[in-house]
Structures are given as structure tokens and as C-alpha cells.
């Protein structure tokens, strides 16, 4: 694998993982608010509230009015037919009968001129009913909505860790490949994981620099972008040969090496190490 499989591999994985990340930012999935029962309950109320009727005798303050009307009424016709009858000697009379129907009457007719005072009431108590309903769908949709934002906050806020998380690793990646392919450095197994590496792309990264610098053995390294050479043996010391390895490329590459351990605590145990594989 080439050094510009590896980048391209990697930049393939990073874009997609970014862009997913972006796909479930932007939408929240299966998101239940705790007030979705109440709000369809009122949306149920609201929608299938019967048209505005006024019975008038399903009016209680119509039925309040028409008892006290009809009471007094017929108080004011006894009371007339009363007096007429004394003018009479305590007889009743054809007269006297209607001047009490008279007063009997005009106290109907006042219940009835209370009839569209007593309509408007009742279509105000039918709007104000609506109105409450309507006062508390808002109010459970607002609650809903920020319920909704909070829990939105809070994906966000993890997702735009995850991609400073990501965005680090993938820093480190950057560097680590510039770093093995400048000086031929070898990562232990702890940053190869931190920078999401496998030890495969790391073999071919160091395979490239030693073959740009010309110091893979003469007696016969891997093409591969590793194999026995990076096991810590070459294949000539696998057969008892002698390895043909020059004093300069030694140097070489211990020089380079050197210059890496600026980047790393650990690179002059690992250079040591590396050191004595190739002597």
C-alpha cells in the first residue's frame, strides 16, 4: 500500500464520518416529548368541539330569570285582580281578570327582552371555553418545543465533541505520517491507536522512507511495504547469513531516528531497540 493509498484511505473515512455526523445533527430521531399525550388530547378537544347552539332551555341563567319572572308575575296578576275585586265588593270580574292578565303578560315580555342579552352570555362562555383550550395547547406546544431544544443542546454538544475527538485523531494521523515518512520513526501500539493507524499503514509508511533513503537491506527486503523486515529480523539473519546493511545506512537511520524522539518520550527506548535489529 503507497503512501497516497493510505492518505487517500483515511481522507475517504474522515469525510464520510464527518458528514454523518452532520446527518444526525441536524435531525433529532424518535424525540418523544412527555407533553405529546396532553397536546393531542386538547388538538382532540379543540377540533371536534361541536358549532355554537343557544338552547334556551338548557340555559340555567335563562331558567333562573324565567322562574323569578313567572313568580313575580303571577304575584302582580293576583294582586290586581285583588283590587279590582274590592272596587266590587269582593267580586271578581270579567275586568278584573284582564288587568291581571296584563300584569302577568309584562313580566314575560321583560323575560323575553332579556333573550339576546342572555344569547350573547352564552356564545361568550362557548368562545371563552375555546379560548382556554386553545391557551393550553400553546402552552404545552412552547413546553414541548423547548423540552425538544434541550434534548437537541444536549446531541449537539455531544456530537461537537465527538468531532473535536475525531478531528484530534485525525490530527494525529497527519502527524504521525509525516513524522514516519520524514525519519522512518517507528509508533508504539498506544499511538497507533491514538491516531487510528494500523500497523500495516505504519510498515508501509517506514517501507517508503527506507526505500526514498536507500536503506533497505541489499540482500533482499520485502517489496510489500514490510514483511520480515519489520519483525525486528531480515530475511538474511532468518538463513544465518550475515546482514549487508552498510556502517552509513546504520547511522543513517539512527540519525533520523534521533530526530524524531522530539516527538515522542518513548522514541529512544524504541530507537535503542530498533537499533540493535538492525546491527
Given at each position: 500500500?503507497?503512501?497516497?493509498?493510505?492518505?487517500?484511505?483515511?481522507?475517504?473515512?474522515?469525510?464520510?464520518?464527518m458528514q454523518?455526523?452532520?446527518q444526525?445533527?441536524?435531525?433529532l430521531?424518535d424525540?418523544?416529548?412527555?407533553?405529546?399525550g396532553?397536546?393531542?388530547?386538547?388538538?382532540e378537544?379543540i377540533?371536534?368541539?361541536k358549532?355554537f347552539?343557544?338552547?334556551v332551555?338548557s340555559?340555567?341563567?335563562?331558567?333562573?330569570?324565567?322562574?323569578?319572572?313567572?313568580?313575580?308575575?303571577?304575584?302582580?296578576?293576583r294582586?290586581?285582580?285583588?283590587?279590582?275585586?274590592?272596587l266590587?265588593g269582593?267580586?271578581?270580574?270579567?275586568?278584573g281578570?284582564?288587568?291581571?292578565?296584563?300584569q302577568?303578560d309584562?313580566?314575560?315580555q321583560k323575560?323575553?327582552a332579556?333573550?339576546?342579552?342572555?344569547?350573547t352570555?352564552a356564545?361568550?362562555?362557548?368562545?371563552?371555553?375555546?379560548?382556554?383550550?386553545?391557551?393550553?395547547?400553546?402552552t404545552?406546544?412552547?413546553?414541548?418545543?423547548?423540552?425538544?431544544?434541550r434534548?437537541k443542546?444536549?446531541?449537539?454538544?455531544?456530537?461537537?465533541?465527538?468531532?473535536?475527538?475525531?478531528?484530534?485523531r485525525w490530527?494525529?494521523?497527519?502527524?504521525?505520517i509525516d513524522?514516519?515518512?520524514?525519519?522512518?520513526?517507528?509508533p508504539?501500539s498506544?499511538?497507533?491507536?491514538?491516531?487510528?493507524?494500523?500497523?500495516e499503514?505504519?510498515e508501509?509508511?517506514?517501507?517508503e522512507?527506507?526505500?526514498a533513503?536507500k536503506?533497505?537491506?541489499t540482500?533482499?527486503?520485502?517489496?510489500?511495504?514490510?514483511?520480515?523486515?519489520?519483525?525486528?529480523?531480515?530475511?538474511?539473519?532468518?538463513?544465518?547469513?550475515?546482514?549487508?546493511?552498510?556502517?552509513k545506512?546504520?547511522m543513517?537511520?539512527?540519525?533520523n531516528?534521533?530526530g524524531?524522539?522530539?516527538?515522542?518520550?518513548?522514541?529512544?527506548?524504541?530507537?535503542?531497540?530498533f537499533?540493535?535489529?538492525?546491527?
Amino acid at each position: 500500500m503507497s503512501t497516497n493509498e493510505i492518505e487517500k484511505e483515511q481522507t475517504d473515512a474522515y469525510g464520510a464520518t464527518m458528514q454523518a455526523l452532520r446527518q444526525v445533527q441536524d435531525a433529532l430521531p424518535d424525540f418523544t416529548s412527555s407533553y405529546d399525550g396532553e397536546i393531542n388530547r386538547l388538538y382532540e378537544q379543540i377540533t371536534n368541539r361541536k358549532e355554537f347552539r343557544y338552547d334556551v332551555n338548557s340555559d340555567p341563567l335563562y331558567n333562573m330569570y324565567r322562574d323569578r319572572y313567572v313568580s313575580d308575575g303571577r304575584m302582580a296578576m293576583r294582586d290586581t285582580m285583588g283590587q279590582a275585586a274590592s272596587l266590587t265588593g269582593g267580586y271578581g270580574s270579567s275586568y278584573g281578570q284582564a288587568v291581571g292578565q296584563q300584569q302577568y303578560d309584562a313580566y314575560l315580555q321583560k323575560l323575553s327582552a332579556l333573550m339576546p342579552e342572555l344569547y350573547t352570555a352564552a356564545y361568550d362562555r362557548y368562545a371563552a371555553e375555546g379560548d382556554r383550550l386553545a391557551g393550553q395547547l400553546d402552552t404545552a406546544a412552547k413546553l414541548a418545543d423547548k423540552e425538544y431544544g434541550r434534548a437537541k443542546d444536549k446531541q449537539n454538544a455531544a456530537i461537537s465533541l465527538e468531532k473535536e475527538s475525531y478531528n484530534r485523531r485525525w490530527q494525529s494521523y497527519q502527524s504521525l505520517i509525516d513524522i514516519i515518512f520524514k525519519s522512518g520513526y517507528q509508533p508504539s501500539s498506544e499511538e497507533l491507536e491514538a491516531a487510528g493507524m494500523s500497523q500495516e499503514q505504519a510498515e508501509a509508511l517506514r517501507y517508503e522512507y527506507l526505500r526514498a533513503n536507500k536503506l533497505l537491506p541489499t540482500g533482499g527486503g520485502s517489496s510489500g511495504g514490510g514483511g520480515a523486515y519489520w519483525g525486528g529480523s531480515s530475511s538474511a539473519k532468518k538463513s544465518g547469513k550475515e546482514d549487508t546493511t552498510t556502517s552509513k545506512e546504520k547511522m543513517l537511520l539512527a540519525g533520523n531516528a534521533r530526530g524524531a524522539s522530539k516527538t515522542s518520550k518513548t522514541s529512544k527506548t524504541r530507537r535503542s531497540g530498533f537499533t540493535d535489529r538492525v546491527q
